[in-house]
């Protein structure tokens, strides 16, 4: 049996794979994943996304007793440890007074690993539960959710009646979160001899323009009540070859975070006519805009009978947040169930230097959720 130890070890070796997107590398965690399956006789599937990078689906036949598949989901990419340095190395695991510190600790390699457990503890206590379970591990989330794309549009999802994606949420049930709309500005200019810039035109004095004129002008006044206002920050900025070198091209990217509602072909046009505003002062700018990631905000009815469930389970009312899951994608199937975002490990250093997870959230997280799967009694009665 997967108890609290054996569950901790495991975390700690999937922390210790160093799966940063890019590229990725998630195979190394999906193999570890089908590893642990195959010596609980639980039945695995993995899909292929691209060399080095598989999806993994686990599956937990229930009783038969009624129709209804629970979905579990946790991607296995993590971002990259970043340039400020950490206290540990980001992908060997140290555990300090009751906190393992590693790149991916809470997000989201402990929720997966936790939902990895419950399917495994469900198993080798020969329970069986009134529906079908699935685990759904995908690659790429950080990076445009592309494995949960991969996995809703080739049908894998089309089965299910609801799903839990184990998220650090701190035990907060939500219900809703912002969609992500990444964009990348390119300037293109002349390049000219750095002591000669009147010979050349400069893309990144351009671009700065084009910042300027965004920051100054583009403006959201939507507002909802759970995920408050909409966003977006200017993250990252290229341009540039050497110092004696004006430069023809440069570059900006964009993320904005949206409500439900809101168009987002709608707000990059409305970005392309900021952009020619600027180039009315500047006639010789050209410019170009790509959507790099396009994600829609998650939207779950609160009075769902799956969601008010979970909330009078765990003790919760519904919540939304600024950050996307791959929920945004498995949305987009061609079936229609409720998600949820759920866990019970804080999220706060998710994406930062030293990021962590409390044991206790771990394991406690583990508990709640199989507590939860085993007390559901779906309505969905078997058509024999």
């Known amino acids: 049996m997967i108890n609290d130890s054996i569950a901790i070890q495991a975390l700690k070796e999937v922390l210790e794979m160093d799966t940063s997107n890019p590229p990725g590398n998630e195979e190394l965690v999906a193999n570890k994943l089908q590893f642990i399956f195959t010596e609980y006789g639980i039945e695995t599937t993995a899909i292929a996304h691209s060399a080095g990078r598989t999806n993994l689906i686990a599956t937990l036949p229930g009783d038969g007793s009624t129709d209804e598949v629970i979905g579990l989901s946790g991607h296995m990419d993590v971002v990259p440890p970043g340039d400020v340095p950490w206290d540990s190395l980001p992908f060997d695991p140290v555990e300090v007074d009751g906190r393992i510190y590693a790149r991916g600790a809470c997000d989201m390699k402990s929720g997966l690993m936790a939902a990895v457990a419950v399917l495994c503890r469900i198993k080798h206590e020969g329970l069986k539960l009134p529906f079908d379970l699935k685990l759904f591990a995908s690659i790429g989330e950080e990076r445009g959710a592309v494995g949960a794309k991969q996995l809703t549009e080739e049908g894998y999802t089309d089965c299910l009646s609801a799903m839990i994606i184990t998220e650090p949420t701190n035990g907060r049930v939500i219900t809703s979160h912002k969609g992500a709309l990444w964009l990348r500005i390119t300037t293109h200019g002349k390049t000219a001899h750095g002591s000669k810039p009147e010979r050349g035109v400069n893309a990144l004095m351009h671009l700065i323009s084009i910042v300027n004129e965004l920051q100054r002008a583009l403006r959201f006044d939507e507002n909802d009540e759970k995920l408050g206002q909409p966003s977006f920050s200017f993250n990252v900025m290229n341009g540039g070859k050497t110092t004696n070198m004006v ?5 900006v990217e964009i993320d904005i975070r949206t409500l ?9 046009q409305d970005i392309k006519d900021h952009i020619q505003h600027v180039r009315a002062q500047h006639p010789e ?5 790509e959507v790099i990631n396009d994600l829609p905000p998650l939207e779950t009815d609160d009075h769902h009978q799956f969601v008010e469930f979970a909330c009078e389970h765990l003790n919760s009312r519904t919540f939304g947040m600024s950050g996307y899951t791959d929920g945004s994608r498995y949305q987009m199937g061609t079936s229609d169930f409720p998600i949820i975002v759920w866990s019970g490990i804080e999220g706060v250093t998710a994406h930062q230097p030293n990021e962590v997870v409390y044991i206790d ?8 959720l199989q507590s939860l799967l085993m007390a559901y009694k779906p309505q969905k009665i078997h058509q024999l």
Do not use: N, R
Not at 261 to 267: D, L, V, Y
Not at 285 to 289: E, G, I, Y
Not at 361 to 368: N, V
């Open 247 to 251: 430069p023809d091209q440069s570059s």
């Open 361 to 368: 959230h771990y394991t406690k997280t583990i508990e709640q």
């Open 260 to 268: 439900p509602g809101q168009s987002h072909a709608s707000i990059v």
């Open 285 to 289: 700018l050209q410019a170009s805009v």
